[in-house]
Structure formats: C-alpha cells, structure tokens
C-alpha cells in the first residue's frame, strides 16, 4: 500500500500541497516559539566585566511569602552584606573576595548622557581592567574604560563630567584601562558613597585557586549564607540583571503562545488533511469494492500522510530558525526580552515543532482512514456523491466538552477574575470557543447558512439562488471552507480588542484621579534629592511630590490578595488634600507619610482587616523586609490596586536609589510651564512633560504587552489565512468535474464564477458571523472584568480590517482557482473523477 500512497500523490497533487503547506507553517511556527522558550530557560549571558571571578554571589533574587508556595521575583538588585564576604574568604580553596559596587554613572556628550555604569576601583580585577596608561583612582578621581575615553577624547590630567547622584559632576580622569565599555571606576570611597549602599556590596567576586571544584565550593558558599552563588554563563545575569527578570516574561510568552500556536496548527493540519481525504470517498469506495481490505486502506492513508508531513517538516526547519530569530530580536527591541541574552534553538525546539506537525498529521490521517476504511462500498459510492453525514458521537462529545469548557473559563472572567489577570482565562476560552465550535462545524454551519441565505435569495438572480441551493445542499462540506475563516476572525478579534481593553482600562484607572498637571522627569540616571525643594518653592506651584515605582509583597498579615507577581508600590512625597498622589483617599491622610507607613487601597485593607493605626509587613523590591504603619486607605479599581509608600522609603530600596520623576500640580489659573522648563534647562539631565508623558509611561508596560500579542495575534492570523487559502483554493479545485457538468448543460463561464462569487460570499459572512460570535463570548466577559463597561474598548476599523480581510482572502481562494479551472475544456473536465 505504501507503493499506492506514492503513486497516488502524482495525481492528488492540490489536497496534498496544502496540507505539504499547512505543515511547513506549523513547523516554522512551533519551532520558532520552542526557540524562544530555549532561550528564556537558558537565559545564558556571558560574563565580561565580572570574567576573572570564576564563581560570583548575589543576593536572592526570589522571595518566598510565609505560608505560600509560589515565590514572588525580586526586581531591584539585592544587596549582600559585608559579613558575607567574610564567612565566604574563609572557605577551603578561597583565594579572595572582593566586592563589587554599582551604580549609574551616564557620561555628559555634549547636552545628552550617554549609559554608563560607575564601580569601585577595587572591582576591576574581577574583568580583568589593566591600566593601560595613568594611575589608580582617588577620591575625585576617575578611570575611564578605553572606549569611552577615545569618544571623549579624554586625556590623563583632564576633566569629564558624569551624571552620579542625580547631580552633574566634574571628575579628573587619572587613568585609561582596557576592557568592556561602558564602566567608570571611582576611588572605594566615592564608589561607597554614590552606590549608597552602606556595609553592602552589589556582588560578590570569588577568586579560588587552581583545581578547586567549584560546583562543590558553590554549594559550600551558598549553605554559609542566603545567597546565589553562580558560575559559568549563569555569571553574565549579574551584569545584565534584565535578563533574569525578563526571563520569566520571556518564558510565559512564548508558553503560552506557543501553546495557542500548537492547538492551532494541529487544527489547522487535521482539518486540511481531513478534507482532503473526505474528497477521496469515492475513490476509497472503489478500492473497498475491488476487494481492498478496510487496514489496507488505511496504511494508504496514514503513509500518505507521513510522506507528506515528513518532507514538509525537514522544509519547516529553514523558516522557523529564521522567524525564531526574527520574533526574539523584535522582542528584546522592545524590551520584552534582554537583548544581551544569546539566542538558541536546539533539538529541543526542532523535535517539539516537528512532533507537533507529524502528529497532527498521522492524528487526522487515522481518523479520516477510520472513517474511510469502516464504511461499506455502496454506501461510500452513494457518500461520496453528496456529503451528507455530519453527525458522529466522538465529534460531538468534543465539541460539547469545548463549548462547556468556554462556558465555564467565561463565567470564572466575568465573577472571579479582575483587572489584567482576567486575561488568564478569557484567552483560553477563545480556543474552547473555537474549536468547540468547529468540532460541531456542519451543525453550525446548517444553522448560520439557514439565516443568511434568505436576505441574498431574495435579492440574487438565477445563478445566485443556483450558489444558495447548492451551498444548502452541500452545507456539510461547506463547513470545511467556513471554519478556517470563523478561527481567523474569532482569534484575531478577540485577542486584539482584549488589548486595547485592558490598555484603555489600565489608562482610565491611572487617571482617575491623577491630579498632577506636568512632570519632571530624569533623562538618565534619576533626579537629585535637592530638586524636589527647588521645584516647591516656583511660583504657582501648589504641590510638589517625588514619584518612584518598584513592587513588593506583604508578609503579614498572610494571604494578602497580592498577585504572584508582586504589588506594584507607588512612592510618593507626603502632601495634603491639593497634593499629586493618584490616589482618592477613603480614611486617614497622606500627610504623615514618612518614614515607615503606608496607605493601602481598601479592598486590600478589608481583605487583611488592617486600617489607620495598625502595621503590616512587607518586602520590598529588593528583598529587606519593613514593618510599615498605615495612614491611610483609599479607593482603587478592582485589579488595579497599588500600594502607596513614602518616596525616599521605596528610592531607597530600588536599584539605583534615585527619584525619576516628580508630580507637578498648579494652582488654578497660574501657568507653571515656563517656570519648570527654566529649571530645567539649568539642571542637566532633566526634562519637562505633560500628564500625558506620565500616562504613557504608566502605561508603557501594557502597551509593550499589546504589541506582543499584536506581533504573534499577526503570526497566527497569517497562518490561519494559509489554512483559509489552502481549504478553498483546494476544494475549489476539486469542483472541476461539477463545474465541467454545468457548463455542458449550457451554462457560461461568466455563469459558474457568479455562482462561485454568491457561495463565496455566503461562506465569508458565515465564518465572519460565527467569528464574531467567538470574540463576543470572550470580549463580553473580559470587558465587565477589567472595566467598568461590558462592551470592550479599541478602534472599530481593527475589526473592520480583520472582516476585510478574511472576506477579501474567502473570495479570491474560491475565484482565482475557479477561473484557472474554468480554462480546461468542459467535456476533458466533466470526464475526470472528483
């Protein structure tokens, strides 16, 4: 049978090229997001300036709530105290340890800063830095990488300016080293100060002496203390510690779209092979009545589809390395992913895509051959003239246990879930959606074709109520070609305008009550502390307040309603009733809110039972735990809660201990533009901006978010269209007997395409109603989740694009191959078999 399965693709050459297509695509697509997967669970950065300390030490970068399981990330750098150093120098095989400190320290090139990082002299041997000209630094004093000193044209005895602490400050350069660019060394004693990080160091450099085992001293040095201790690649994450905080961003993107992607191609494969043998019933009705036996039929079909499959997923392999690379560069352009991380993508990724694409192929290749090689030869002959058998209990158990499985997702997003977080299951039920819906494809389309066909009945002529008849008769095959088009509408439109919800939710719950009028905001590194007073004193300011963000989690009491992730910590300057702070106050006043208190949004305050005087515990970004007072409550959209600390409390705990922004509220009718933008321009790395600049970049993450999934809603509605194309270019293609018969009995050419242009129609809207039906029962419960509204959000001409194009891909699918069909002479068409 498998010589039969050969010689049968010469001729069967259209069914099996889309599904040879369908594959490719699939591959190219699971193998891309398996790339990017490999690469956020390596997340292998090489080291350069820390290369010379085969093993360095970090503080934990997880916390582990009490009475939890999950471990929330860290997203500021963790200290590591001095005692630390100590315990580890004292270690068998432990020839020293130095300490690292960092801290911003941009670069003045003309009225811009460059990206710099500052470091203490004493950490340079760690890269290794060798001074290629000059002396060691003293306080004052800096040393200048190679590279940034042949920009600056710096000379030893000259001076150069740099950003440290918010203030513009004059250095002499004393010496020139050579090594990676982009790192200033300052004397210890400036480093300890501009770092502030007083009896801690940034990391830890773990010098050993040749043939120690460092695996065994790792474990050693991380049993002495609460530390990382972190060898080979693993090394690079402390330079970039990007990279291991968008490593998990990395990782759930191309999770769960790879998983959306998977289910899809495996759906899309299934479906076009499954029609491809569903238009072979005759010719499998004739094997059986010349005495082929129902497993020979079967080992034709399944080798059929691994000879396919095969060939196609080794093709596959070429443009899903290209497109891996592709998407991971988009996404570190973007600051999905780190953009210093090495891409991979193994055997790992290759075998996953490749799996996936046969699968999906020899699946659908067995259910089609059960199908096929059970049924008797009459009744196949009698089939295959007219499809008119739709139901089957495993279809229909399916496709009811999708359908309920969408019911379920959509009740949990409309009462359970709020803010954001619904999206955790409103994106799951557009596949249960989707696929529910075409499991029970004939049905669906028997109902939806019974209520379009009479609004274009009545106003077609001959040849359109010919197309209506016929696509009514043949309504179960024409479920075929109206399923590809409702998946392409039904995901595009429901994971599109999920985005433009949640950004426009997010953005409404930010403004609500932000009072600020205009913002000043740091260029490089972070604003000075003494900027905050200048910028009070200005005439017609009636409030001025520091504004810093970072995350943190709260220990005590437990069972905070706090996501896995962390709160987001708002730090704000204290201030009264005309003060800046987003927040509407419900209880208490911001006024005292200094040193260590905190005001809590009131669902969070109920939930824990904690209100004005009592205390909680919390840790912040960077891991030290703070017992905090509250002062205040306040009122706060559900999923968009925040937690609202003093600013110097939270700049103090965040990677570079500086303010970048301060919140400007005028008093009414005095304009405070000119006054802002004449300090200024007279502070150097500082710029002025209106609420909107803040909005927007409140809302930066999300908006990040939404391009995404636009990228990969993008990718997976262009392989939906191979999968719209290739089902309707090859079912129209097999019409060119019908076609043949027609035009035999006295129809034209001219005839048959306006036929063809009425079904194509008829299918376009009904895959774009269904499709829409998709996207309503997920976008309805996922707007009255995140929003106050349950109408979703976003600009009506995405959709209008969306319908556009599937109805103008439907339309030229079933056109193009008709017309190149229609050339063929109707007496040579007319004799072929189907």
């Known amino acids: 049978m498998m010589r039969l399965a050969v010689r049968t693709l010469r001729y069967r050459k259209s069914g099996f090229l889309a599904t040879f297509i369908a594959v490719i695509f699939g591959t190219a697509i699971v193998l891309a997001c398996g790339g990017l997967m490999e690469t956020g669970i390596r997340s292998n950065v090489a080291p350069e300036r820390l290369a010379a300390a085969p093993i360095v030490v970090t503080g934990k970068l997880t916390h582990l709530r009490p009475g939890e399981e999950d471990t929330t990330h860290l997203t500021e750098q963790v200290g590591i105290d001095d005692s630390v150093a100590a315990k580890i120098r004292s270690l068998e095989g432990v020839t020293d340890v130095v300490g690292d400190l960092t801290f911003p320290a941009p670069v003045a090139q003309g009225p811009a800063f460059s990206k710099g990082q500052g470091h ?22 800096v040393v200048l990488d190679a590279t940034t000193a042949e920009q600056l044209h710096a000379k030893l005895g000259g001076k150069v300016n740099l950003l440290v602490g918010g203030q513009q400050t004059a250095f002499t350069v004393t010496g020139i080293a050579a090594g990676p660019a982009g790192h200033t060394f300052f004397s210890d004693q400036d480093a300890s100060r501009f770092a502030d990080r007083p009896g801690q160091s940034a990391a830890l450099g773990v010098l050993v002496a040749p043939g120690t085992d460092l695996q065994a001293l790792r474990k050693k040095i991380e049993a002495t203390a609460d530390v990382s201790a972190l060898s080979g690649l693993d090394r690079g994450t402390v330079e970039h510690p990007d990279a291991a905080i968008k ?91 780190s953009a210093d991380v090495t891409f991979y993508q193994g055997l790992i990724p290759f075998a996953a895509g490749a799996g996936a694409a046969v699968l999906a192929a020899v699946g659908a ?127 595009a439109t429901a994971n599109i305008y999920m985005q433009t919800t949640n950004v426009d939710a997010a953005a409404k719950a930010f403004t609500k009550d932000l009072c600020a009028d205009a913002v000043l905001a740091s260029t490089a590194s972070g604003l000075s502390p003494s900027l905050l007073p200048q910028v009070q004193a200005l005439k017609g300011v009636a409030s001025a307040s520091a504004y810093v963000t970072s995350t943190g989690v709260i220990d005590e009491p437990r069972h905070a309603p706090i996501d896995e992730d962390g709160a987001l910590l708002q730090g704000v300057s204290a201030q009264g009733s005309n003060g800046t702070a987003p927040v509407r106050l419900t209880t208490g ?117 939404a391009w995404i999934n636009y990228l990969l809603v993008g990718m997976l509605i262009a392989y939906t269209a191979v999968s719209v194309v290739n089902t309707l270019a090859s079912a129209t293609v097999r019409r060119r ?21 009425t079904e194509g129609i008829l299918v376009a809207l009904s895959g774009i109603v269904l499709g829409t039906l998709v996207a309503l029962a997920t976008l309805l419960p996922y707007a009255s989740a995140v929003s106050t509204s349950a109408l979703p959000t976003g600009p009506i001409w995405i959709y209008l694009l969306i319908i556009a194009i599937a109805f103008t891909l439907t339309m030229l699918s079933t056109l193009i191959p008709a017309t190149k069909t229609l050339t063929t002479r109707p007496a040579e068409a007319a004799a072929r078999a189907d």
């Not at 359109?464 to 043949?474: D, S, Y």
């Not at 007997?737 to 306006?754: A, D, H, K, P």
Request: net charge positive; hydrophobic share 50%.
């Open 120 to 141: 203490n002299w004493a950490s340079a041997v760690l890269a290794p830095f060798h001074l290629t000209a000059g002396t060691a630094p003293r306080t004052g004093e």
């Open 247 to 337: 490593k998990v961003t990395l990782i759930s993107v191309a999770g769960s779209f790879g998983g959306i992607a998977t289910l899809t191609m495996m759906f899309v494969v299934a479906s076009t092979l499954a029609l491809a043998a569903q238009h072979r019933q005759r010719e499998f009705a004739l094997l059986r009545s010349i005495g082929t036996t129902p497993g020979q039929v079967r080992r034709m079909i399944l080798g059929e589809a691994m000879l396919v499959s095969l060939p196609a997923v080794l093709v596959g392999v070429v443009p899903g390395a290209l497109l891996g690379r592709f998407l991971f560069d988009r996404l570190s352009s973007n600051g999905v992913a």
């Open 365 to 491: 290749a067995l259910m089609a051959a059960r199908r096929s090689a059970k049924i008797k030869p009459v009744e196949a002959l009698v089939e295959a003239s007219l499809q008119t058998r739709w139901f089957s209990w495993g279809r229909t158990v399916a496709g009811t246990l999708f359908l309920g499985g969408g019911v379920a997702l959509m009740i949990v997003t409309a009462t359970v879930m709020t803010g954001p977080l619904a999206g955790a299951t409103a994106g799951p039920a557009v596949l249960c959606w989707a696929i529910g819906l075409a499991a029970l494809g004939p049905l669906a389309t028997k109902a939806i074709l019974a209520i379009l066909r009479w609004p274009l009945y009545a106003v077609s002529r001959v040849n359109g109520r010919l197309a209506i008849l016929n696509v009514t008769a043949r309504s179960v095959a024409m479920s075929a070609a109206v399923m590809p088009v409702m998946l392409a509408v039904g995901i």
């Open 589 to 705: 006043s911001l006024e005292g809110l200094t040193g260590n208190t905190v005001a809590l949004p009131d669902v969070v305050a109920d939930k824990i039972h904690r209100g004005v005087g009592t205390s909680i515990k919390m840790t912040l970004g960077d891991g030290a735990s703070v017992e905090l007072r509250v002062v205040a409550t306040f009122a706060a959209e559900p999923g968009y809660e925040s937690i609202v600390l003093p600013a110097d409390l939270v700049a103090a705990h965040t990677t570079n201990r500086l303010v970048p922004q301060i919140l400007v509220r005028s008093e009414p009718g005095a304009s405070i533009g000119p006054a802002l933008a004449k300090l200024a321009a007279a502070t150097p790395g500082v710029q002025v901006a209106d609420r909107d600049a803040l909005i927007a970049g409140n809302s930066e993450d999300l908006q990040t978010q």
């Open 737 to 757: 007997r019908e076609f043949g018969l027609q035009r035999l009995t006295g129809s034209t050419r001219g005839q048959v395409l306006r036929m063809l242009t």
